[in-house]
């Protein structure tokens, strides 16, 4: 199969590294990638936002199956366009992927699923927001209504922040908060069967002890063996079956990837967010373990097979990323900086470019994630951080806490069945 992965991310990287070691797959293509899927895959040129060009690269270089990353095409129609030239996309249609593009469209497409999830108000003005506040008290959560790359949310006990967000903002969601550790868990869907991976857990603050400005995520493990047995089956039945049913029902079927973020509450999982693709960097610890073909399981899913698909089959163990992001991020990041150590096995590269000279440089927020597995999760932390500690960024950021509560017997999270 030839595939063609469209992005750029670090989650585009560790779907090439699966896909390049995946023997179904013979040509693989990443457009317009990264300095490190230049390694794995063949580079072309692509404006990702461009729906046309993006199905006109996908027929230039035959591909088979067309895997798009990023959001920002799908919501703009991509799959759509690569669907309608005849060829196999793994990704949902313009109109599902507002479940991702419009949180206020998730919210109702939740209360008509029966999908436990928090309670909201939509609000599009100061006294809106003032009343919705109120409603629901601190702490405060506002959500911008669109997309805003992980970052347009704000979630404080103070209320000037608050409302300074929500006119920011101008639509926004003001939410009830949800108390509990937080799941990611992927959801490949053909818009009717559902197969879950692994369930991850990522860390959305910039800083140690969860503090700081939310980010699009600085490190991730998996499995989680805190969950409670029947969990992942759970969420399936009461969130995401549920879900994919009524985007079919209304004649707009997801196909691809339904990424569920959840709080554990104490009333069982809630919804905190859905998109419409593979989280980054929950991906990189997801697919190092992942131990069966990607891309068989990707072309069922865009092809409508996946009922009689095999389950993924998973390694033992555990893997943990650990994201390093520039000076400045998740503010506007130094860009343009050398990265050293950047082509160690386990390093998967986000905002990265090889100027002339082949010199790895920085060219985004998040520059590199250093994955690694290991037999426990212990293990794969400290293998982790071995490779975070061969990297050398200038003014590089890291958190030191990924994994880490949970790597500890009797100190990780629980939560009640
Ligand atoms: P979102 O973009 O909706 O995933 O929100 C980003 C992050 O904000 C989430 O991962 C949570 O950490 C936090 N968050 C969002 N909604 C809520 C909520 N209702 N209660 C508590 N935390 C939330
Ligand atoms: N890990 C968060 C996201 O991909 O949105």
Known sequence: MRVLVVGSGAREHALCLALAADPAVTALVCAPGNAGTATVAEYRRLDVSDPAAVAALAAEVAAGLVVIGPEA???????????AAGIACFGPSAQAARLEGSKAFAKEVMAAAGVPTARARLCTSAEQVAAALAEFGPPYVVKDDGLAAGKGVVVTDDPTVAREHAAACGRVLVEEYLDGPEVSLFCVTDGTTVLPLLPAQDYKRIGDGDTGPNTGGMGAYAPLEWLPPGTVERVVREVAQPTVDELR??????????????????????VVEF?????????????ALLDSSLAGLLHAAATGTLAGHPAPRWRPGAAVTVVVAAAGYP???????PVRGGDQPGVIHAGTRRDGDGVLRSAGGRVLSATATGASLPAAREAAYRLVAGIELAGGQYRTDIADLASRPGLGFSVDA
């Open 73 to 83: 095409p799908l919501v703009a129609g991509a799959a759509d366009a690569v669907r």
């Open 249 to 270: 029902r209304r004649g707009t079927p997801f196909a691809g990837l339904l990424y569920v973020g959840l709080a554990m509450t104490a009333a069982g999982p809630r």
């Open 331 to 337: 503010g506007t990041p130094r860009l343009d900086d």
């Open 275 to 287: 998109n419409a693709r593979f989280g980054d960097p929950e991906t990189q610890v997801v697919l």
